[in-house]
């Protein structure tokens, strides 16, 4: 497209308009003319594309659409990202099973963009690791002085379709967790020694599962109680 707002004056583009048949390719070409006097550090252009289609009088409504890319060009020096937890939550604080919905806020303060690496650690009550998630499973990146949120999911089996309380049962065993739980998200700085850390606390409360399993030991201590008596009938009337 022609809409050149923003570009730094030393990138360009091969051409502005290109012309495409229905199913075809094309390629626009970008250079960089870097100045002697650049300073260091990260450089972000977003290139859009423009596609119109012009109707006719009794034709269909023109239509506009526009797609963009994000060029990333870091300029070598003094350079590097410095990365924060700024935010760890979870969707909920208590649930009944399996998945555990959890959401990082990484902040940038360095000068480039960069992949943020870390890991969620996952504790129980008696603060035995139980899972490790890495931090950065879509390998999102952050530009300088900006934040993003990643999503991470605390899941160990795909859920099954159904409904109703047996179905329930089934799943809050397949996806089965107890009590309290720790979770800590960890970002790694500029060296494997500077971490970064925020803690969310979740509680995890199968009640379908506790609830039947109550039942059935109550049942089942009917059931001695039962035969016990049966037998103790038999021994008198002996």
């Known amino acids: 497209g022609d809409d050149r707002s923003g570009l730094p004056e030393w990138m360009r583009l091969e051409r502005d308009i290109l012309r495409l048949d229905p199913h075809a390719r094309g390629v626009v070409k970008w250079t960089v003319n870097v100045p002697l006097n650049a300073r260091p550090g990260g450089y972000y252009v977003a290139i859009f594309v423009a596609a119109s289609t012009d109707g006719t009088e009794d034709g269909p409504v023109p239509l506009l659409a526009r797609i963009g890319m994000l060029l990333f060009v870091r300029v070598n020096g003094n350079v590097s990202p410095n990365f ?82 047996f179905s329930e049962v089934i799943e809050e065993w397949r996806n089965f967790g107890f009590g309290p739980y720790t979770l800590t998200a960890t970002v790694y700085g500029q060296s494997p020694e500077e971490l970064r850390v925020r803690v969310e606390r979740v509680f995890i409360w199968p009640s379908h599962l506790l609830l039947t399993a109550f039942l059935g030991f109550i049942m089942i201590l009917a059931s001695f109680y039962g035969y016990g008596r049966l037998v103790l009938k038999r021994a008198i009337s002996h």
């Open 84 to 165: 924060t937890v700024k935010d760890f939550f979870s969707s909920e604080k208590s649930l009944r099973r399996l998945p555990v919905k959890l959401t990082a806020v990484i902040s940038n303060h360095g000068n480039v963009h960069g992949l943020p690496d870390g890991k969620v650690e996952i504790r129980n009550l008696f603060g035995k690791i139980v899972k490790i998630i890495p931090l950065n499973l879509e390998k999102v990146r952050v530009l300088p002085d900006s934040e993003h949120r990643i999503s991470i999911v605390w899941q160990d089996e795909v859920q099954g379709e159904g409904s109703g309380f």
